[in-house]
C-alpha cells in the first residue's frame, strides 16, 4: 500500500523517463519546453485520475496523538530503530477512515526516533503538511525513503475489534513497515493494522533466470 503522493512520485518519474525515450515520426520536432508543459499537462491528469480511484482516508476525530512518550516499546519495534526498549520516541497513533462516512478502515501507529525529531521538529507536530512525514523528512535530505514490509495475519485484540467494527471470527491483517533512508539510517516503524475481511494483498512473482538454465 503506498500513499498517493509516493504513486504521483512514480508517475513523475516515469513521463519524465518517457518524454526522454520518445521517439519521432515525421513532421517537425517539438520544443523541450513544449513537451514538458505537456507532460506537466499529463501529470495532472494522471494524478486526477488515481485521486478518484484510491480511498480518501484520513485520521478520524478523536484519534489518539501522543508527544514523546517513553513506556517500553515493542522489541521488534525498538529493534527496528536500534533503539534499546523504553527508549524515548515519537508516537503518531491514528484511526484512519473515510471521512464521509465515519467508518475507521485501519489503525496506524508510527514510531519515530527521538533525536530525528530533534533535527526535524515538525514530526513532532500535530500537523506535518502535506505529503506528512515522508515528504518532511525527504525535503530534508533523508529521501528517496526505502520501505521494507512485513504481512502477517492474527486475531485482532478486543480494542482493535471494536475500533475497526470487526465481526468475530475475522483475522486482523498486520503489516509492520520500516522506512529507512538510502544510508541506512532507521526512520520510522509503521505497525498498521487492518479488518482481514475488507481487504487483499497482491504481487506479481516472476521465474528467476536461472531456473532455465540447465544442471551441470
Known amino acids: 500500500m503506498i500513499p498517493f503522493f509516493e504513486v504521483l512520485k512514480l508517475a513523475k ?22 513537451r514538458a508543459a505537456d507532460s506537466a499537462k ?9 485521486a478518484a480511484t484510491l480511498p480518501s482516508w484520513v485520521a478520524l476525530a478523536g484519534a489518539a496523538f501522543a508527544f514523546f512518550e ?10 527496528q530503530l536500534g533503539l534499546a526498549p523504553g527508549a524515548e520516541v515519537i508516537i503518531r497513533d491514528r484511526i484512519m477512515g473515510d471521512p464521509a462516512t465515519g467508518r475507521p478502515t485501519q489503525l496506524a501507529t508510527s514510531y519515530l526516533p527521538a533525536d530525528l525529531a530533534d533535527e526535524l521538529p ?3 507536530a500535530r500537523e506535518t503538511g502535506r505529503g ?40 486482523l491483517l498486520h503489516i509492520i513497515r520500516l522506512a529507512t533512508s538510502p544510508a541506512g539510517r532507521p526512520l520510522e516503524v509503521n505497525d498498521t493494522r487492518m479488518n482481514g475481511d475488507e481487504f487483499e494483498i497482491s504481487y506479481p512473482l516472476r521465474r528467476h533466470p536461472s531456473a532455465g538454465a540447465e544442471l551441470p
Open 13 to 34: 518519474n516515469w513521463l519524465q523517463l518517457m518524454s526522454g525515450c520518445a521517439s519521432f515520426h515525421g513532421g517537425a520536432r517539438r520544443s523541450t519546453s513544449s
Open 42 to 50: 499529463a501529470v495532472e491528469a494522471l494524478a486526477a485520475a488515481l
Open 70 to 79: 517513553t513506556r517500553t516499546r515493542p522489541f521488534d519495534v525498538a529493534a
Open 122 to 124: 515538525v514530526l513532532a
Open 132 to 171: 506528512g512525514i515522508y515528504d518532511r523528512m525527504e525535503e530534508a535530505g533523508l529521501g528517496p525513503i526505502l520501505w521494507t514490509e512485513s504481512i502477517t495475519t492474527r486475531p485482532p485484540t478486543m480494542t482493535e475489534a471494536r475500533r475497526l467494527r470487526m465481526t468475530a471470527g475475522i483475522a
